[in-house]
Each structure stands twice: as structure tokens, then as C-alpha cells.
């Protein structure tokens, strides 16, 4: 029998809340590999002052995950604080040894490869989130990702065929024959299979009304998340779907800014803001449709986490969203940033119950390929077959 395997993940950070789809994979991911029998750790570059923080590293650590943790987050001194919290990492990390780095953060690309020596890793591997890299950072993308991970990372990872495509066109990647491993990201099903409670009671408990058509969306309020454009197309809804009311679940920086959208459309009674929800299974089922605008997306697990709960899906129609959404068949996708389109997909949805509970039906039976334990499983296996072909390769 194969000797157990330990490996370390690298995420931004345990403040589930304020981060979003990546670390939720990522915690999921790692007490699936220790219910494999894997040994897991899960580095988590900064600390951001939360108390959903504790909270997580509790709960890891219940499961098995050992956790360790950088530095508070400073972006008045990016470079630094980076820095900062590598030297943090590498102290507890001294005496520990994991024969796998899995990185699946841009920044904890780079902490991998600080990290390697300490932990003695034999195997690096990265998972590619993005669907463009260092988005607003392109001399990065050119330096790190196009030009040094190629040579430096022994297995990169693509979470949508798209991604995987992108990796391996790298001029050095391509150069090196180097061919990215497809990898999606994938949700736990028993949080969302075998929910007993009905969406009266789901409606009550959230204290959402039980009478209205209800659009919820979940997400990190930034603008990667598109929620402007959702509050500008329920305005356009005012009158032609007056049971409206909207509910958009998350934290970030641009709530402020969203709230004041509210305000000024006079939407205050119809959009809500909720904050963070313990149970957002209870949400989705809650829900008559969910609404995801994104501007851009890796592969949106909360979409699965929709689809999972048989919740009709309407998206805005980018990359990442397209692996899991197939217009007209699983759901119903508009253009992004246009609240006109945005608002028609709604309505459509609201006045085709029908229509959209039967995609929801089919969107339910392909979110099974993105089970967290058929991609532990998968991952697992990369791990032994690389990490054997490395050592056939020394001998």
C-alpha cells in the first residue's frame, strides 16, 4: 500500500466570509483528503481580523487540518506585509514536513516556492482560479505566471478547460511540453442533499416574506461580483414584477457604495443587503431564482451550490460561468454588465416557473461531475502518480 501522504495548501486566509469561493473549496478539499487518509495543513497567508477567523481554524482543526497562519493584513505596505508573513510562515513551519505544496492563491504561488525548503516538499503544485492572472497586474502575469512558474512548479492546475488551454499556450509552457492537469473546483453535496426544510419555512426563518418572488444572490460585495448591475436591472423591474424582492448575501468593501445605489433608486424596501447568513443552504432554498452577475469568474461555486439545490440559475455569460451553465438548458444567461438583459433573464425566469424549475432539474444531475469527493479522489491520484514518476526519475 501507498505511504500516506502529507500536503500543504496555501490560501489567502481563514476569514471565509470576507474571501470567498477559493478558501471554501480549499477547507472542504482538505478534510476530504484526511478523510482519504491524508496528512493536510493549510497555510493561510494573513490574518484579517474577523472573528469568522477563529471560528474556521477551530473547525479545521476539529477535522484533522492542521492550520497555520501569517501576518495581519497591511496594504499600506504590500511588499513588506508579503514578506512579513512568508518569515511567520517559515518559523511554524520549521520541523514540519510535507512532501506536497498545492497552492491555490496567486499570492500563495509565490509563498509556495518560499516555503518549499522549509517544509522539504517534493512535489509543488499550483490550481489556477482566474480566469485572466495578476488581472490588474499585468507585468506580474508576464513575469511569474507566463515566464517562472512553468520552470519552477512541477504540476499547474486548470479549473475549467478554458484555464487549462490558457496554461498550456504559455510560450515556455509550451516550450517545456509542459500540459496543465484539469482539476474544477467542486462543493460538498451533503451540505445541500437531504435538506428537509421547505421554502415557507426556509421564507420565515430569514425572515423573507412568503408571498414575494424572491432573486438572491451570494457573493463577496467587490466588483468582480457585479452586484451595481443587479440593482440597476431590479429597478428596471419596479413595475413589471412588483412581488420583487431582491436579497444579496456576502461582506466586502463596496457595500457602502451598494447600499447608497439602493438608496438613490429608492429600492430600500425591494434589495436587502444581508450580511453574511449561517446557513446558506436554508438561502438557496429560500430562493426563487439565484442570480449570479459577475463581470468575471474562474469556476463559481456558488452557482454549483444553486444547482445543487435545485435552485433555477440565471448568470451573466462569462467564462467560467459557461463550464457550468448551458444557456437555454441548465439555466438562463444574460451579457454582463447590462442590467437591460439582466432584467429580461429575471423576468423570463419569474414568468416560465415552469420552464426554469425543469432546467433546475437538469442542472441538478450535471453538478454531480463537480462532487468534492470525486475530485479529491482525482487529486489524490495526481499526487501519487506525480510524486512516483518523480522518484522513477531519480533512480
Not at 274 to 284: K, M, R, V
Not at 331 to 344: F, I
Request: glycine share 6%; charged share 20%.
Amino acid at each position: 500500500m501507498d505511504e500516506a501522504l502529507s500536503v500543504l495548501h496555501i490560501v489567502a486566509g481563514f476569514s471565509l466570509e470576507t474571501l470567498g469561493g477559493v478558501e471554501r473549496y480549499a477547507f472542504d478539499l482538505s478534510s476530504a483528503l484526511v478523510r482519504r487518509g491524508l496528512h493536510v495543513g493549510i497555510a493561510g497567508i494573513w490574518q484579517f481580523g474577523t472573528p469568522y477567523e477563529v471560528d474556521w481554524v477551530q473547525r479545521l482543526n476539529a477535522a484533522g487540518v492542521e492550520t497555520f497562519v501569517g501576518c495581519p493584513k497591511d496594504e499600506r505596505v504590500p511588499l513588506r506585509n508579503l514578506i512579513a508573513s512568508i518569515a511567520q510562515l517559515k518559523h511554524q513551519l520549521t520541523g514540519r514536513r510535507f512532501k506536497i505544496i498545492h497552492s491555490q492563491q496567486e499570492f500563495g504561488d509565490v509563498v509556495a516556492l518560499a516555503l518549499r525548503r522549509t517544509t522539504q516538499a517534493r512535489l509543488l503544485v499550483r490550481s489556477v482560479h482566474n480566469d485572466i492572472e495578476w488581472r490588474v497586474r499585468p507585468l506580474r502575469r508576464w513575469l511569474l505566471s507566463n515566464a517562472l512558474f512553468p520552470l519552477t512548479f512541477d504540476v499547474e492546475c486548470g479549473i475549467t478547460p478554458a484555464i487549462s488551454t490558457r496554461l498550456d499556450r504559455r510560450p515556455v509552457a509550451a516550450l517545456l511540453g509542459h500540459r496543465a492537469v484539469l482539476i474544477p473546483n467542486a462543493i460538498d453535496f451533503s451540505r445541500f442533499v437531504n435538506i428537509q426544510t421547505d421554502c415557507a419555512s426556509a421564507r420565515r426563518a430569514l425572515g423573507w416574506p412568503t408571498d414575494a418572488y424572491i432573486a438572491g444572490n451570494v457573493g463577496r460585495l467587490t466588483e468582480q461580483k457585479g452586484q451595481i448591475y443587479l440593482i440597476d436591472a431590479v429597478a428596471r423591474l419596479r413595475g413589471r414584477l412588483p412581488h420583487l424582492r431582491t436579497y444579496i448575501i456576502g461582506e466586502g468593501e463596496l457595500r457602502t457604495a451598494l447600499q447608497s445605489r439602493i438608496a438613490q433608486l429608492n429600492l430600500q424596501d425591494v434589495v436587502t443587503l444581508t450580511g453574511s447568513l449561517p446557513n446558506i443552504a436554508d438561502a438557496y432554498r429560500a430562493m426563487d431564482v439565484f442570480v449570479s452577475s459577475s463581470l468575471w469568474e474562474g469556476l463559481p461555486t456558488v452557482i454549483l451550490e444553486a444547482m445543487a439545490m435545485h435552485t433555477p440559475v440565471v448568470a451573466t455569460d462569462i467564462e467560467g460561468t459557461r463550464y457550468l451553465i448551458r444557456h437555454e438548458h441548465t439555466g438562463l444567461l444574460a451579457p454582463p454588465a447590462d442590467p437591460d438583459a439582466l432584467a429580461d433573464a429575471i423576468l423570463r425566469a419569474a414568468y416560465e416557473s415552469e420552464r426554469i424549475g425543469a432546467m433546475a432539474r437538469v442542472a441538478f444531475s450535471s453538478a454531480q461531475a463537480f462532487s468534492l469527493d470525486r475530485v479529491a479522489e482525482r487529486l489524490e491520484q495526481l499526487y501519487r502518480q506525480r510524486l512516483r514518476s518523480m522518484q522513477a526519475n531519480d533512480m
